[in-house]
């Protein structure tokens, strides 16, 4: 399952993870982001290893949303060795996820 994770210890978890981050930014209203979560939690147990994915509740993290110009939900940002290097907006298909994934990591 994707972790939630928040302002105190999105640097810990995130920035300082020295692999590839996945980050939902996601609210408890967004159909969208409610279709995400099963995906998050098959990618979160294939990638248990390699990838951290994590999610943040955008509506209780205002200075975290503001930091990485979040504007819409959900809103995915791929870090590796602590930074960004990937962003996409919307609801993704599992496979394309996974490709992103792939391809970053």
Partial sequence: ?????????????VLK???????EFYTDT????KRMSPILSELSEQYSDE???AKVNA????DLCEKYDI????????????????RFIGA????ELKRLIDENK
């Avoid at 994707?2 to 999105?10: E, K, L, M, P, Y």
């Avoid at 993704?92 to 496979?95: F, G, H, I, L, P």
Wanted: charged share 20%.
């Fill in 1 to 13: 399952m994707a972790q939630r994770i928040g302002n105190d210890d999105f640097a810990e978890k």
């Fill in 17 to 23: 993870f020295s692999g590839l981050s996945v980050v």
């Fill in 30 to 33: 967004c159909v969208p982001c």
């Fill in 51 to 53: 990838v951290f994915i």
């Fill in 59 to 62: 509506a209780y993290e205002p």
């Fill in 71 to 86: 504007a819409a939900t959900p809103t995915f940002l791929l870090f590796k060795n602590g930074g960004e290097v990937g």
């Fill in 92 to 95: 993704q298909k599992k496979e």
